[in-house]
């Protein structure tokens, strides 16, 4: 579980569950190399700036988010919509001392309206990254001795 911040609002995810985990990695396995610059990226900047990998320079953050984006416009809109609603599942906004969930699976619907897609992109990324993290970390420290 980890809290992060984006557009001033503080969000936490909770842990995926192994199947929804493999399915998950299914259905993007196909845009992975689209990722694995992003998730370089994020490490880097996880190294140099501490725990805030999310930091409040918009331009550097949608250079790194775009091929996340790219990534998911090239997904079928059934993908699309698994990848994103197992992603946004696992998401809570802070709201005063508590937590809400931001995503009702049941409707397929965000839970607050100041979500756009822009920052919906944004936490899949990060739920991503979280949940296959130690995978794609195999891949780049496979890829660089390799």
């Known amino acids: 579980m980890s809290e992060f911040n984006v557009n001033g609002q503080t969000y936490r995810t909770a842990k995926i569950?192994?199947?929804?985990?493999?399915?998950?990695?299914?259905?993007?396995a196909p845009v992975i190399p689209a990722l694995?610059?992003?998730?370089a990226k994020?490490?880097?900047?996880?190294?140099?700036?501490?725990?805030?990998?999310?930091?409040?320079?918009?331009?550097?953050?949608?250079s790194l988010f775009e091929p996340f984006a790219e990534a998911?416009?090239?997904?079928?809109?059934e993908t699309a919509e698994y990848v994103m609603g197992t992603c946004l599942s696992v998401v809570s906004r802070q709201q005063g001392a508590t937590w809400a969930p931001i995503w009702n699976?049941?409707?397929?619907?965000?839970m607050f309206d100041d979500i756009?897609?822009?920052?919906?992109?944004?936490?899949a990324a990060h739920v991503v990254r979280e949940s296959l993290g130690p995978f794609l970390a195999g891949l780049l420290s496979?890829?660089?001795?390799g």
Do not use: N, W, Y
Request: glycine share 4%; net charge neutral; with cysteine.
């Open 17 to 28: 569950d192994a199947m929804r985990q493999f399915h998950l990695s299914r259905k993007i």
């Open 36 to 39: 694995i610059p992003v998730f």
């Open 42 to 62: 994020l490490a880097e900047s996880q190294k140099t700036d501490g725990a805030k990998p999310f930091s409040s320079d918009l331009a550097a953050m949608a």
């Open 72 to 77: 998911v416009a090239t997904m079928s809109d």
């Open 105 to 110: 699976d049941r409707q397929k619907v965000c």
């Open 116 to 123: 756009d897609s822009g920052v919906m992109l944004q936490l």
């Open 142 to 145: 496979t890829s660089a001795q």
